[in-house]
């Protein structure tokens, strides 16, 4: 009998420990991960950690100027219709990203000549094709993307240089083409920079003083394991205190962001950083529920990262799945935090 109990016991043990426990059964709010349609279609790994870890998605770079409107009279939507598939066939959420950025800017773009209203035309246009290409498929949009500097002032560009008033006018141009979109301002490293983040409070209240539509507030959380909790805390505080959404849109927590060479992804590290994934998601959970818009993971496996490819950091581990695409220690942390939830 007794035997009997243990073996039914072990079983029953067995059947639960087999049973995978995802962080977007727990949470109430999304859990995305910016994707990559290559990476989807060619690595089988990536694509089943896409499919099952995540109900929201942006596309990592393929709803940008320069992958949407690489000529003046031609628009390519094919890989970021596939990002779409992909999200629509696994039953997830699609944030757009994004309408209007100073990188990533097609040559004909930088190169474009004409007065203040030829330029409005043409940025008007790109707004409102692209938006109108995606309405009804994407829930929100990074309207802008990252026009401030540190100092607050805002950033040289195509765009400040030559459109008076241009985010104003981009936040306006979408509305008109897709006034179901929760349309966001999106920036980075707001964290000890209080000229920065006050910045684009003071842009929060005088788009809302003049009734142009804004929605949200994205926090690209491009962190490291050394960034300050207190400041964290604070520019979410701020960003919170604007009654917006807040979405953490481009969220990894880099453990090597002086690209070491001789970096070992130590114990004490790992630890480092999940304290940090910690911290972040405990704020998360202090927003208003009516305010979490979610948190985007930026791609899925250390491997994948914008880090390794684009800053050429490769000792650099800054995502929640590893080299092979296992979950890392830190997953389950996540996951017994979100204990109290839903
Ligand atoms: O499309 C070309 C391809 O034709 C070529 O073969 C290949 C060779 O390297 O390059 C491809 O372009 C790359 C592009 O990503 C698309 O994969 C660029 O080299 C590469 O520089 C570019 O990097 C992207 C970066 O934005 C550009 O600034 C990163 O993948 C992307 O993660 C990153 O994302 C930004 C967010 O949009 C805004 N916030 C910051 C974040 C990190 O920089």
Redesign the pocket.
């Known amino acids: 009998m007794k035997n009997i109990l243990l073996g039914l016991l072990i079983c029953l043990g067995q059947i639960s420990f087999g049973q995978e426990s995802f962080l977007t059964d727990h949470f109430p709010f999304p859990i995305g991960a910016?994707l990559?349609p290559?990476l989807l279609a060619e690595n089988e790994s990536y694509e089943y950690r896409a499919k099952t870890e995540f109900n929201s998605v942006t596309a990592?770079?393929?709803m940008?100027m320069?992958?949407v409107h690489p000529e003046a009279n031609r628009f390519d939507f094919n890989k970021g219709d596939e990002i779409v598939k992909f999200a629509q066939a696994t039953q997830k959420r699609i944030h757009g990203?994004?309408l209007v950025?100073h990188?990533?800017v097609p040559k004909w773009m930088t190169e474009f000549s004409g007065d203040a209203q030829a330029w409005e035309n043409m940025l008007k246009n790109h707004i409102q094709e692209v938006a109108k290409h995606f309405k009804g498929q994407v829930t929100g949009w990074?309207v802008v993307?990252?026009a401030f500097l540190d100092d607050g002032t805002l950033r040289p560009s195509i765009w400040s240089k030559n459109i008076p008033d241009y985010i104003a006018k981009s936040f306006q141009w979408a509305h008109e083409a897709d006034p179901n979109a929760i349309l966001f301002y999106?920036d980075?490293g707001q964290d000890g920079k209080p000229k920065k983040m006050q910045a684009i409070l003071n842009l929060v209240k005088e788009l809302q003083a003049r009734q142009i539509p804004i929605h949200g507030l994205g926090l690209?959380m491009?962190i490291n394991i050394h960034s300050k909790n207190e400041e964290l805390a604070s520019v979410i505080h701020q960003s919170q205190a604007t009654g917006l959404a807040i979405h953490f849109s481009?969220l990894d927590i880099a453990v090597n962001p002086k690209n070491d060479s001789t970096f070992v992804y130590t114990e004490s590290a790992q630890e480092a950083q999940k304290n940090k994934y910690e911290f972040i998601f405990q704020s998360y959970q202090s927003i208003p529920k009516k305010q979490q818009y979610g948190i985007t993971f930026?791609?899925v496996g250390d491997k994948d990262?914008?880090l390794r490819?684009?800053?050429k950091r490769p000792k650099e581990y800054p995502l929640l799945f590893d080299e092979s695409y296992r979950r890392k220690p830190l997953y389950s942390s996540l996951l017994n935090l979100s204990k109290n939830e839903k």
């Open positions: 910016s990559n290559r990592e770079n393929h940008k320069m992958m990203h994004t950025w990188n990533q990074d993307n990252e999106n980075y690209q491009h481009e930026w791609n990262s914008w490819g684009y800053f």
